[in-house]
């Protein structure tokens, strides 16, 4: 049977009329595009933002027997969503608690400016359903300034569902961004570190014996995307039984179709039942073509109504348009920013400038250096927060894997690849998935390298372990990510200098150093105190640090 889409591959090229609501053609006016983020205002007086989210979802019936809801309650000098005055004394202390319908599930004792773990048995709610469980969160603040304690409310909505008769179920952790997938042949979750290619389908995945899907399993790769169109069902079905046997994961891509409800409906009731479906992909950067604003939330629930049991994904492309209508249409977020071999500041394919308010430069309001990946991943954390989404949605990264065409004079290097992966995971990226493959095979061999290091349960344990402590360390144009747990230290380290330098971090010189990833990196000698990094131009690493132990001969380090 075949199944037709129209469409073709797009690479942030400027299709539209307008671009990110911007004219980008010779002549056209400069019109300001609008849709930008609002920021909230800031207090002269301490609020409390109370917030609560699951700690999994969903729950499963027959898998999960207890549920756990986060409670985080900080105070803040600047109106978030659901703020609320607060008057703070010399104390401290709260009283949360968690309930549903009047009845009250777990409470605890609890901090200003903390995060607290409740707990409560699944029984305690009705029968497993499609439909949220609605919990009310309360937090009471006694304080001398005032004779009764002030009572502060919140609200989540908590998944426990029915188990699937077929298929899988991919579950996320609000304290880590992980993704939760049950192996094949296995009986328990896992976090997976997704990281895999937008992927050509026709005569490439396609091929009649499937060897680039071995290929990719073999790379390390842990997902696959294929791009439609998919001219053959029947092709598409051998190629997708090809991966579930390899343990490689799905993301379904319905970017042509997902504002057509039939075709929509149709595609999800075909893939639904594939254990090794990962998550959904709708629309594909909706807000550069300026898609109706409620498309995506309409697709996310038509999806959630007909499967519910994987998260839905999206990709926005602007700086700043309409960042929450778009992102309140999926739980995975990424941005496409392509700045390498690129220049922001002028279109090589309309011949204009590109400003904040006109032009299509292939990187909206790019500089045209590495850093923009970094700063639209912090604005997009940013923005999530401002929203209360951020223990709800997670950010994933795309980074650039082509070029030679349009606005991209070449493709990346394998550094200038690697550099990229490792900056995104640096500023909260928690999925990878560059576009495109086929791919040069420079850039493929750091990819497959990179896949393999961050996909380790040793790089898992950090990353994915809620009990973790992170710091940021950005210094000269050098981007460190420090992930400590039990003493450990988990290091993801990048140069975005095209120069050598080097830097000293905050850690003890005498740390026993376990390299997982290498490119351009080494120890510094000669430091007594602190531990020191000298690193080429762009070089990047990843490195598992521990405390020096008795060492008796024989042993190397």
């Known amino acids: ?7 073709y591959l797009t690479v942030s090229r400027c299709y539209a009329q307008t671009w990110c609501n911007k004219n980008y053609l010779p002549n056209q006016p400069v019109v300001p595009p609008g849709g930008q983020f609002a920021l909230p205002e800031s207090s002269s007086t301490p609020l409390l933002s109370l917030r609560c989210s699951p700690i999994i979802s969903p729950y499963v019936e027959e898998e999960d027997f207890s549920a756990g809801v986060i409670v985080d309650a900080f105070v803040t000098y600047t109106h978030y969503n659901g703020t609320q005055p607060i008057s703070i004394a010399a104390e401290d202390a709260l009283q949360v608690s968690i309930s549903y319908r009047g009845r009250i599930l777990s409470e605890a004792a609890a901090r200003l400016n903390s995060t607290s773990e409740l707990r409560f048995p699944l029984a305690n709610l009705s029968q497993p359903r499609k439909q949220p469980f609605i919990i009310d969160c309360t937090a009471l603040y006694a304080s001398s300034l005032s004779p009764e304690p002030h009572k502060f409310s919140a609200t989540t909505a908590l998944l426990y569902v029915p188990r699937p008769t077929v298929g899988s179920v991919t579950k996320r952790d609000s304290r880590t961004g992980a993704l939760l997938v049950k192996p094949r042949g296995s009986k328990s979750y896992e976090a997976i570190f997704p990281f895999g290619f937008y992927t050509s389908f026709d ?10 899907i071995d290929e990719l399993k073999a790379q390390g790769f842990t997902m696959v995307h294929p791009v439609p169109t998919f001219s053959n069902w029947t092709a598409l079905e051998k190629a997708l039984d ?3 046997e390899l343990n490689l994961y799905l993301v379904y891509d319905m970017r042509h179709t997902y504002r057509d409800i039939g075709a929509l409906t149709m595609e999800v009731h075909r893939i639904k039942h594939r254990p090794n479906l990962l998550l959904w992909y709708t629309a594909d950067e909706p807000d550069g073509t300026s898609d109706p604003l409620d498309a995506p939330r309409i697709t996310y ?16 492309n602007c700086a700043d348009y309409e960042f929450a209508a778009y992102a309140s249409g999926a739980e995975v977020i990424m941005p496409d920013t392509y700045t390498i071999a690129n220049d922001p500041k002028w279109s090589a394919k309309y011949n204009t400038t590109c400003t904040e308010d006109f032009g299509c430069c292939g990187c909206d309001n790019c500089r045209g250096e590495l850093e923009d990946i970094s700063r639209r991943l912090d604005d997009f954390a940013m923005r999530l927060d401002v929203l209360g989404w951020s223990r709800d949605k997670v950010v994933w990264s795309v980074p650039q894997a082509f070029g030679g065409e349009e606005f991209w004079t070449r493709p990346p290097t394998g550094r200038e690849f690697a550099v990229q992966v490792i900056l995104s995971v640096n500023h909260g990226a928690r999925g990878i998935m560059p576009w495109i493959d086929p791919t040069p095979a420079e850039l493929k061999s750091a990819a497959s390298q990179l896949a393999k290091a961050l996909t380790s349960d040793a790089v898992k344990a950090f990353i994915f372990n809620p009990l973790s402590t992170f710091e940021r360390l950005v210094s000269n144009r050098i981007d460190i990510g420090m992930w400590t747990l039990a003493g450990e230290t988990l290091m993801l380290v ?3 200098n095209e120069h050598g330098t080097s830097i000293v971090t905050p850690l003890a010189a005498d740390l026993l150093l376990r390299e997982i990833f290498n490119e351009g990196v080494r120890r510094a000698v000669g430091r007594e105190t602190k531990f020191g990094l000298e690193l080429e131009g762009l070089g990047c690493a990843i490195f598992i640090m521990s405390p020096r132990v008795l060492v008796t001969q024989g042993d190397e380090f």
Not at 301 to 316: A, K
């Open 242 to 244: 090809r991966m579930e």
């Open 1 to 7: 049977m075949l199944l037709l889409f129209i469409g």
């Open 203 to 212: 005569k490439y995945l396609d091929n009649p014996d499937l060897r680039t």
């Open 494 to 496: 990048a140069n975005l």
């Open 301 to 316: 629930d038509i999806i959630n109504t007909l499967d519910g049991y994987h998260p839905v994904s999206l990709v926005l």
